[in-house]
Nanobody
Framework: QVQLVESGGGLVQAGGSLRLSCQASGSIISINSMGWYRQAAGKQRELVAGISSGGSTNYADSVKGRFTISRDNAKNTVSLQMNSLKPEDTAVYYC????????????????WGKGTLITVSS
């Protein structure tokens, strides 16, 4: 069984910074993609940023230039550095690991963390 545990959420003032981290654990052989999604109250979950195993990244237009995603393949971790935060960034942020291959299940599976709340005050 694979678990994703997020850390780093909290309350921050507009213009401030936060760093989210996510640790994937379990009998992991490889992870194809990792990323961060968010869901604001009353809205659908949306992709914030993603990163492939090779390091290719993609970002939502709303966060380009402000957020930076990174990952450590050896440690199965992914991080999101968030700068110049805005009130509209307030949401629950979820870590995602896609195409996870484990020693007990060789077919890639998608996993989610439980989410961490970020509140940006104006």
């Amino acid at each position: 069984q694979v678990q994703l545990v997020e850390s780093g959420g909290g309350l921050v003032q507009a213009g401030g910074s936060l760093r989210l981290s996510c640790q994937a654990s379990g009998s992991i052989i490889s992870i194809n993609s990792m990323g961060w999604y968010r869901q604001a109250a009353g809205k659908q979950r949306e992709l914030v940023a993603g990163i492939s195993s090779g390091g290719s990244t993609n970002y939502a237009d709303s966060v380009k230039g402000r957020f930076t995603i990174s990952r450590d393949n050896a440690k199965n971790t992914v991080s999101l550095q968030m700068n110049s935060l805005k009130p509209e960034d307030t949401a629950v942020y979820y870590c995602n690991a896609g195409g996870v291959v484990t020693s007990s299940f060789l077919k890639g599976v998608n996993y989610w963390g439980k989410g961490t709340l970020i509140t940006v005050s104006s």
